[in-house]
């Protein structure tokens, strides 16, 4: 895990970054301090839950060493300095403070499964046990009218402090009426006004709830819409992916946890500590990439030698996210690793704009900083280089080649 820590740090201070992760000794005083003042100040308030890390891990047979190593690659995700560690570990034994009400809308529950249905949890996934998950309708024992009243309860108990969780898209068409839940048939969209409503801040977790996701695929026969379409006066962090990585979603709410704001987000509303990346910035292929050495077909030598997957559609240059750094199932493996390019699924609509297995000529593609929309190539440009000609000659030869298919 040392090693892990080290690969996020040289990755995130890598030349071409586009976070400043050196803000200096005095912000970072001065940070150290207001995060402890806040823990200080969480340590006196109530617990929400009675479940602690340090059971958590004990009934899974992890060490305290352990959970060491997960702090240091925490804070490393987090862009922390190593000194940071302590108060990160401290944050997640005072995680049982934050109470989270977890809705599911228009979805599989595929981000819950991800992280409830490993054989061997990771860290990241056991800290959700530790949070006083107050109402989470996938896991919980309660239905019906007891369900409905425990969630009354939670957010009145609650009020205007519990993270309200979103898993799904929201269905705006026919009034709403492709979802409802309880007994008075209360839309999905109301149902999420009212939770929100009551909240400190809202989490969109997978590609549905932030961006509509699968369900807004065309002909979005639905009305399929993502949580900031509806919710217009909370804060909003986006964790898209499909399914979201847990390690963002437990960095999202350490950060809350450590600091009582949300961190720092992009021009789509996804924190820059996970999403301030593109998945070709830092994939395993790019040296192929470079050199020109690619897939062309499924099982050919390219493939059985690891080779670039841009030709069989790899959508890692203009895809936004932190897999190729954090990868998934601590850090054994991530979708390029397995073999097949990266769909762009934490990408608005990337359902029909990234999900093919064939290059783009013409996607229009923004900087996580905001900016203007440039294709493929300018941005590669812009930030790449050779790398944004590589991409370039690639896209054009891929247009090339689908017009004499046309033609043909
Ligand atoms: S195109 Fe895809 S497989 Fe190739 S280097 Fe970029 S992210 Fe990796
Ligand atoms: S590699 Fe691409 S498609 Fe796969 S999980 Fe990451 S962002 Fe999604």
């Not at 989270?100 to 499964?113: F, H, T, Y």
């Not at 909370?234 to 950060?255: F, W, Y």
Request: net charge negative.
């Amino acid at each position: 895990m040392e090693d892990r820590r080290d690969m996020l740090m040289s990755m995130f201070s890598a030349k071409g970054a586009k976070i400043d992760t050196n803000k200096g000794d005095e912000y970072y005083n001065k940070l150290l301090k207001n995060m402890n003042d806040r823990l200080d100040m969480l340590e006196n308030s109530d617990v929400a839950s009675k479940t602690s890390i340090t059971q958590v891990l004990d009934a899974q047979g992890l060490t305290r060493r352990d959970f060491m190593k997960w702090a240091s690659a925490a804070c490393a995700m987090l862009m922390l300095p190593p000194t940071f560690t302590p108060t990160i570990l401290r944050a997640a034994e005072l995680m049982n403070r934050v109470p989270v009400i977890w809705i599911e809308l228009q979805d599989c529950a595929g981000n819950s499964e991800a992280i409830l249905r490993s054989d061997a949890p990771t860290i990241d996934e056991l800290i959700l046990d530790v949070l006083s998950l107050e109402f989470n309708e996938t896991i919980m024992v309660a239905a019906g009218h007891q369900a409905e009243e425990h969630l009354h309860e939670a957010m009145e108990h609650f009020k205007g402090k519990y993270l309200c969780v979103v898993e799904g898209a929201i269905p705006l068409k026919m009034d709403g009426y492709y979802g409802t839940i309880g007994a008075k048939a209360q839309t999905f969209k109301d149902h999420l006004l009212e939770v929100a409503g009551n909240s400190a801040a809202v989490v969109a977790v997978g590609t549905c709830a932030t961006f509509g996701g699968v369900p807004a695929a065309s002909p979005n026969p639905t009305g399929a819409v993502g949580v900031q379409d509806v919710v217009k006066n909370k804060p909003i962090i986006n964790i898209p992916a499909c399914p979201a990585n847990p390690a963002n979603i437990t960095g999202t709410i350490l950060h809350y946890v450590l600091t009582g704001q949300i961190p720092e987000l992009d021009h789509l509303n996804r924190p820059k500590f996970a999403f301030g990346y593109r998945i070709h910035d830092n994939c395993e292929r790019r040296a192929h990439f470079d050199a020109g050495e690619y897939v062309e077909e499924w099982g050919d030598e390219g493939a059985k030698n690891n080779f670039c997957l841009y030709k069989m559609g790899c959508k890692g240059p203009m895809t936004f996210n932190n897999c190729s750094i954090v990868r998934y199932n601590e850090a054994v493996n991530w979708p390029i690793g397995a073999g097949h390019g990266c769909i762009g699924c934490s990408e608005p609509q990337f359902w029909d704009k990234y999900a093919t297995e064939r290059p783009m000529a013409d996607s229009r593609i923004k900087a996580p900083t905001g900016g203007v929309e440039k294709s493929v190539d300018e941005f590669g440009l812009g930030l790449l280089t050779a790398t944004g000609i590589g991409i370039g000659i690639h896209a054009a030869i891929s247009a090339t080649a689908g017009k004499k298919e046309e033609e043909k």
